[in-house]
């Protein structure tokens, strides 16, 4: 699993819209619902219910989006502590 796909996946989540998150990271609309499937596949559960006009947590996407949003924080938050200690001057 990708870290771009659970950024993804919580745009979906904050935009109640698969198009418009797709959009948001350059992907057609099928393309969009491709990553989604794909993500779904790999965490073996369906994580969105789908209509054409907007998308819905199931019981697993309520779970996962807990977990994917403290995890993104997390990868966030380690990123910015390498950044800032490349930033630190070094040598003599």
Known sequence: MKLE???FFTRVVALGNLSAAGREFGL???AASARLS???AGAGSQLLARTTRKVSL???GQV???H???AL???DAAMSAL???NEAPRGT
Request: with cysteine; hydrophobic share 35%.
């Open 58 to 60: 199931t019981e697993a």
């Open 28 to 30: 057609s609309p099928s």
């Open 38 to 40: 794909t993500l779904e």
């Open 64 to 66: 996962f989006i807990e």
């Open 73 to 75: 924080c997390e990868m």
């Open 5 to 7: 796909d659970l950024r």
């Open 68 to 70: 994917a949003n403290r």
């Open 83 to 85: 950044e800032a200690s």
